[in-house]
C-alpha cells in the first residue's frame, strides 16, 4: 500500500538497490569466468603433450663394472597406477607404450640408428603406405622416408642389438626384426607430441656420428615376448592426455599442484623403476593465476567505483526520502510509538523496496555475465553461481540493511519538534556537516597519501572514486551559498527568471544531490573510458611492437640474394614488402643488428610513436662509391717498385704475403693471396687461381706476416685482370687504414690502373684495407644501450655474418619494431656487402599489409629461387593474444561501468524528481498563481536542475582524469611486461570527450525532460492539495 | 462510543518558552499560568503569534519549556523522561495539529491510520475500542476504506479527530482543527469534538483565531504577547490577573488607554472597584 503511494519512488530505490546488488554480485561472477575464458584458452591452445602428462619409466642401470641390468622395462599399466586416482579423473584413457634403442646390426656407419616404439592403438593413427600393421612380436613398421632412405621395403629383415648378457663372456643377443609395414604418421593429438618422422637419415655428429632412422613402431610383444632379447635403454610409456573440455579453473590449479607432488614423490620404486612424469600443466597454471593476479587488481578497480557510486547515490536517494517521511515520522511519535516506533515505521515501507531490488540486481548481474561469456571471453566456461553468488548476495544484503537503518534512524532520532518542521533546519550555507567534513577529510586523506605513493592494496583502487567523493562534496556544499549569492545579484538586476531558478536551486537539497553525484559518475565515466581506450591502445602498441609489421614471413635459410632477387621482382619499390635481418650475438646485454631498407622499412614497420625524422634514416645512406668487379677463374696482377719489407722481432726478415679478398655474390669471401714479397721488388707479375667464374667483388688489398713483425714501405699495384682488365685505382676507392694499433695502410695514386699503397705496422701480423664500396665504420641508429666497450658514438656491432665490425652511432629511436630493446639498425643494402649470413642471421620479410595474396606471390618468386617462406605472424595474431587475457577483460569491463556510472545518475535525477514532484509543482503552481507566464515557469523548472548538471560534469571530468592520472598506472595493461615497453598513459582525449558528451546528453537531456514534466503539472489546483 | 471517563488536569505555572530566531532569542510565551480541569473544553485565542501554538505543543510535550512548569495529569512535563513522553503521547495526550492531512498517513485509509495511532496504547495495555467503533461514532464507516484523497475536507479533518481520539487520551489538543473548513463542516467537527469531550470526559483544548468557534466554547483563554491577556466565560470576557499581579486590559479598553495613562482602582460599595484614570492637568 505503501509503495502504490509512491510508486515511481519505489521503483527507483529498487533500481538502486538493485545496481548496488548487481555490482556485488557481477564483479566475482566475471572474474571467475573470466579465470575460466583464460583456463580454456591456456589449454585448449597448449600443445596437447604440454597439457597432457607423460610417464617415462626407466630400469635402474646396471650395478657397475659392466654389470647390465637385463630386466624389462615394467608393465606400463602399473607405471600408469603411480597417478592418483583423482589426477587420473582429469585425463582421457592412458596411451601405454614401450621404447626402445633399435641400431641396425652390424652398426657400421651406414647403418641407422633410433628408436623402436609400442604405442597403443597406434595403427589407428597412421596412414599403412605398404605392408600391414605390426602385432607379432618383432614385426615393425618404418616410415616412407626410412623404407627409401635405407632399403627397406616390407619384408626386410634386420637385427639390433638386444642387452648383453653379464658373465666373464658377455655376449651380446641379437633381437631380429621384420618390416611389415610402411607408414605415414597422421597429426592428431594421440601422439602427445611424439614426432615420427624427421630425422631419417641424418646425422647424429655423435660421438660416435651415426646416421639415424625415424621412429620405427612395432607390437607390444616385441617388448615382452620372449622371443626377443631386452633391448637397450628400454622404458615403459604413459600418455595421459588432459580431458580439456571437462578442466576448470580450480581442476587446473589443482591437477598442477598434484602433477608438482607427483614430481617429487615418483621417483625410484622399490624395483629399481624411476618414473619420471612430464607435463607442461604446471607451468600454463602459473601462466593463469599470474593473470587472474591481474584481473584481481583491475575488476575491483573498476567496481570498486561503481560500487562505491552506487553506494554514495543510495545513501543520497535515502536519504531523500527519508527526508521526504519526516511528517510521518514526527506521527509516529506523536501517537507514543517512541524512535523505535518511528524506525519501524521506515524500515517497514523503505527496507522491503530496497531488498526487493536485490534479486532482480542479481539477475542483472547473471545476465551480463552471461552475455561476457558468450560475446566477450572465448571459451565454453560453465556457468557459475554457487557460494561467490551467495557470498556477494549477502554483501549486498547486508550493505542495503545497513544504509537504509542508517537513513532511517537519521531521520527518527531527530526531536518532534523538529520533525514538525517541513524541511530540516539548515545550517549555516557555507558550513560543512560533521558527517560529511568527516567524508571529505577521509577520503581526501586517503587521497593525498595515494597520490604521493604511499598507498597499495584495495584501498589504492578506490582512490579516483574517493577523489570524485572528495570533489562531489565540497562543490555540493558550496553550490548552495553561491548559487543562492547569484540568484540574490540577479534579483537585484531585475532578473526575476534566472534570480528565482538559482534561488530555487539553492535551497533545494536536491541540488546538493545532483551535483555530487553527477560529479561522481562523471568521473567514473571519464575514468572508465580513458581506462578502456588508454587499454586498447597499449595493447595495439604491445603487439605493433612485438610483431613489427602486419604481416611478417620468416625465410627458410640464409639466402639473402634470393630474397632480395624476389622482392626486385616482385615488388621492386619495396611499397608492400621489405627484407629485415636480424643478427642477435649471444650473450645478455648483447646489442641486437638489425639491417634494414632505410626507405622501405621506415614507411613499412609499425614504428608508431616511435619513429624518427626522416632525417635520421637518411644518416644510413650508402655511399656511392663504386665496386671493383672482377670475374674468371684467373687472377692476375703486377707489382711494381715494392719496398715492402717484414722485419721479426730477432731482426731477420719475414714472411710477407700480399693478398686480395674477393666476394662471390653469394656473399662468400675468398681470402686469396696473390703474391709472397719476402724481398723489395722492382717489377713482378703474379697469377693465381681464382673462384669468381659468377664475378667477384674485389673488397680489399691485405698483407700479412707473422706476429710481431715490423712492415713498412711501399708498393704499385697493376694490371690487375681477370677475364678481363679491371681499374683498381685511384685511392679513392679505397678506404686508407690508419689505426694507431693495427698500423696504416694508406692508398696513393691519381690514375684508375694505378694503386700504390703506403705501410706501417709495428707489430700486426695482418694489415687490411677496404674498397671505399665496402663501409669501414657502419653508421646505425640505436635503441637502447651500446655495448658496455664502446665509446662515445663509436661500437661494435654484429655484421650479418656474425663477425665484429666498426659502426658509428648517428641516430636514436625510442624502440626499434619486432627487435628487442638494445639494438642496431643498419642499412642491410650496405651490411650486406661483401658478407654472407651467419647461420645464426634470420631473414624475414615485413608485409605493409596482411596480404596473403601478396604473401603467395613472395612465396612462389622464392621458390624459384630455391628458397621459401617457413612461418608467417600477423599482427592481427598477436594482437588476438594479448587481446584474450584476464588484463584485456579486465580493462573492458570499464566500458559497462563508465554507461552504469551514466544510468546511475540518470537514475538519480529520476529519483530526486520523483521524491520531491508533489513540492516542486506546488512551488511552479504558487509562480503561476502569481502571474508568471507558463513558458515562464517552464524554463525556470528546467533552468532548476540544469546548471547543477553543469557544473557535476565539469567537476567530474577533471576529478576522473585526475583519477585516470593516478590510478592507470597501477593497472596491469598487459598479461605480461613485454621485454621493449611502449606504455603510452596519456589521456585518450577523444575518449574522454565522447564519454563527457554522453553524460551531457543523457543528463541534460533528462533534466530538460524532468523540468518540463513538472512545469506541465504545476497547475494551480495543485496549491489546494493537502494530501 | 463507549469508555471511561478519563479527562486529565491540565496546569501551567509561570510558564515561559524562549526561542532562537536568526540569532535573536525571542520569547514565545513569559510567565502563562493556566489551569484547565478535567474533562473541560478550553479554547485557547489570540492574534497570530501570540504563543497559542507554543502553549499547546509545551502541553504535548513537543517543546520543552525555558522555566515554569506544565503539568498534565500527574505528570510534570519540564522534568518527563522521553521514555514517559512518549507513554504520554501514547496513552493519555493526542495532539491534532493543524491541518488534518498533517495527522495521517498519506498511504493508509482511515481505518488503518486509526489502527496505527492505536498501537502503541494497545501495546501498553490500554483497553481501546476497535477502529471500526472509533469511525463510527464520528459517521465515518463509509469512509473508512477509502483513500484518504477522496475524502471531503470535513470528513479529512473528522478522521484526524479519530487517529486522535483512537487512543482515547485524556487531553486533547487540537490546533486549529476548523481552520480551511467551510461552516458546516467545521460545525460538524466543533460538535463531534464536543460530543467527544462530553461523551468520554476528555479534557480539549482548542487552539482558534476564530470568533464563531471561540463564541461555541464554554470557555476561552486569550494570549496576547506570549501571556494569558484574558478569559472567556459562558460569553462573558474577563481580564485575568497574573500571579504577579499584573493584570492586562482588555483589548477594547486598552485601546482607549495610551501608555503611560495613569489609572486609580477605586473600591465600590465593598464589592468591585472602579478604574479612574487620570485626567493630565494643563498646569
Known sequence: MR???????????????????????????????????????????????????????????????????????????????????????????????????????PGSSRDPGGDVVWREGACEHLTLVAGVCAERAGEIMVSAADADNFDLPVGTRLAIPGIPHN????????????????????????????????????????????????????????????????????????????????????DLFALSDAIRRLAKTAGAGA??????????????????????????????????????????????????????????????????????????????????????????????ALLGVW?????????????????????????????????TGLAVARVAREPVETLLRRVPPRRNSWALGTGDALVVAGCGSLVVVFATGGLEGPVALAAPGLLAVVVGLVLAHLTGPITALAGRRALARGRVRAAVSLLDAARSPATRRVVAIVTLASALAVFSADAFVVGDRNRASAAAQETGARLIADVEGGDLAAVRGALADVDPDGRRVTPVVRIRPPGTGAVETVAVVPDQFRRIALLGTAAPPASAWDRLAVSDAEPIRISGT??????????????????????????????????????????????????????????????????????????????????????????????????????????????????????????????????????????????????????GALPPASQGDDFDLTGLDGTVRAAARVGTLTRVPGAGPDVAVANLDLVQRGVSLATSARVALWFAADDRDLLAEVDAALHDRGAGIATTTTLADVRRGYDESAAAWSVQLAAIVGAAAVLIALLVLLVGAASSWRFRTRDLAALRMSGVPRRTVGAMAVAAQLPAVAVGVVAGTAAGLYGAYLALPTVPLLADPPAVSTLDLDTAWSAVAVAVLAVLAVLATASVLIGRTLARRSDVRRLRETL | MSAARTGLRVSTRRLVHIYRSEGHEVAALSGVDLDVAAGELVG?????????????????????????????????????SARDLDRMRAQDVALMLQGAGRNLLPYYPA????????????????????????????????????????????HLQLAALAVAMGSRPGLLLADEPTSQLDHAARDQVLAAIAETSRELGTTVV??????????????????????????????????????????????????????????????????????????ESDE
Not at chain 1, 371 to 386: D, N, V, Y
Open chain 1, 634 to 783: 684467373r687472377l692476375r696482377v703486377d707489382v711494381d717498385d715494392s719496398t715492402l719489407v717484414s722485419i721479426r722481432t730477432d731482426g731477420e726478415r719475414g714472411p710477407l704475403s700480399l693478398g686480395l679478398d674477393l666476394v662471390t655474390p653469394a656473399g662468400e669471401t675468398l681470402h686469396t693471396a696473390v703474391a709472397d714479397l719476402p724481398d723489395e721488388v722492382a717489377h713482378a707479375r703474379f697469377e693465381v687461381t681464382s673462384y669468381c667464374r659468377d664475378g667477384c667483388f674485389v673488397t680489399a688489398v691485405w698483407l700479412q706476416t707473422v706476429p710481431g713483425a715490423t712492415l713498412t714501405g711501399t708498393a704499385t699495384l697493376s694490371n690487375l685482370v681477370g677475364e678481363e682488365p679491371v681499374a683498381i685505382g685511384p685511392a679513392s676507392r679505397w678506404t686508407p687504414l690508419q689505426d694507431p694499433v693495427v698500423g696504416d695502410m694508406v692508398p696513393d695514386s691519381t690514375t684508375p690502373d694505378r694503386l700504390t699503397i703506403r705501410v706501417r705496422s709495428e707489430g700486426s701480423s695482418e694489415l687490411t684495407m677496404r674498397q671505399a664500396w665496402l663501409p669501414s665504420v657502419v653508421p646505425a641508429l640505436v635503441a
Open chain 1, 371 to 403: 552475455a561476457a561469456r558468450t560475446m566477450l571471453l572465448p571459451g565454453h566456461a560453465p556457468f557459475e553461481t554457487g557460494v561467490r553468488l551467495l557470498g556477494a548476495l549477502g554483501l549486498a544484503v547486508l550493505a542495503l540493511v545497513l544504509l
Open chain 1, 3 to 105: 509503495t502504490r503511494y509512491r510508486p515511481f519512488q519505489a521503483l527507483a530505490l529498487a533500481a538502486l538497490a538493485a545496481l548496488v546488488a548487481a555490482c556485488a554480485v557481477f564483479a566475482p561472477l566475471y572474474d571467475r569466468a573470466m579465470q575460466q575464458a583464460l583456463t580454456d584458452i591456456t589449454v585448449e591452445r597448449a600443445d596437447p603433450a604440454v597439457a597432457g602428462l607423460q610417464l617415462i619409466a626407466t630400469r635402474a642401470g646396471g650395478g657397475g663394472f659392466g654389470f647390465q641390468n637385463r630386466e624389462r622395462p615394467a608393465a606400463p599399466e602399473t607405471i600408469a597406477e603411480v597417478v592418483p586416482a583423482g589426477t587420473r579423473a582429469h585425463y582421457l584413457a592412458p596411451v601405454l607404450g614401450y621404447a626402445a634403442e633399435a641400431n641396425v646390426l
Open chain 2, 206 to 279: 482548542i487552539v482558534t483565531h476564530d470568533p464563531d468557534v471561540a463564541a461555541r466554547l464554554p470557555r476561552t483563554i486569550t494570549i496576547r504577547d506570549g501571556r494569558v491577556g484574558g478569559e472567556g466565560r459562558s460569553g462573558e470576557e474577563y481580564a485575568v490577573v497574573t500571579p504577579d499581579g499584573f493584570l492586562p486590559l482588555p483589548l477594547h479598553v486598552r485601546d482607549r488607554l495610551a501608555p503611560g495613562t495613569l489609572v486609580r482602582f477605586h473600591p465600590t460599595d465593598g464589592s468591585g472597584y472602579l478604574l479612574v484614570p487620570e485626567e
Open chain 1, 167 to 250: 658373465g666373464a663372456h658377455a655376449t651380446v643377443p641379437r633381437a631380429h626384426l621384420v618390416v611389415a609395414g610402411v607408414y605415414d604418421q597422421e597429426p592428431s593429438a594421440y601422439w602427445l607430441g611424439l614426432q615420427l618422422t624427421g630425422r631419417s637419415g641424418l646425422v647424429d655428429p655423435g660421438p660416435p656420428a651415426q646416421v639415424q632412422h625415424d621412429v620405427w613402431l612395432t607390437a607390444r610383444s616385441t617388448f615382452e615376448g620372449p622371443g626377443l632379447p631386452p633391448l637397450p635403454a628400454g622404458r615403459s610409456t604413459v600418455g595421459l592426455p588432459l580431458d580439456v573440455d571437462a578442466l576448470g579453473v580450480d
Open chain 2, 111 to 154: 481505518l488503518d491510520n486509526v489502527r496505527f495511532a492505536q498501537r502503541a496504547a494497545r501495546r501498553a495495555g490500554k483497553d481501546l475500542p476497535e477502529p471500526e467503533e472509533v469511525l463510527a461514532g464520528l459517521g465515518l464507516v463509509a469512509d473508512a476504506r477509502r483513500p484518504l484523497a477522496e475524502l471531503t475536507p470535513g
Open chain 1, 271 to 364: 624395483d629399481g623403476t624411476i618414473v619420471t612424469p612430464y607435463s607442461g600443466l604446471p607451468d600454463l597454471a602459473d601462466d593463469v593465476r599470474e593473470q587472474s593476479d591481474q584481473s584481481q587488481v583491475t575488476v575491483p578497480l573498476l567496481m570498486a567505483q561503481l560500487g562505491l557510486l552506487a553506494l554514495v547515490v543510495l545513501w543520497l536517494t535515502l536519504l531523500a526520502v527519508t527526508e521526504q517521511r519526516r511528517p510521518e515520522v514526527a506521527l509516529a511519535r506523536l501517537r507514543g510509538r517512541g524512535r523505535r516506533g518511528a524506525r519501524g515505521l521506515l524500515l517497514g515501507e523503505l527496507l522491503p523496496v530496497a531488498l526487493a531490488g536485490v534479486l532482480p540486481g542479481a539477475a542483472l
Open chain 2, 44 to 80: 485557547l485565542l489570540g492574534p497570530s503569534g501570540a504563543g497559542k501554538s507554543t502553549l499547546l505543543s509545551l502541553l504535548a510535550g513537543v517543546f520543552r519549556p525555558s522555566a515554569g512548569k506544565v503539568h498534565v495529569g500527574d505528570l510534570e512535563l519540564s522534568a518527563a
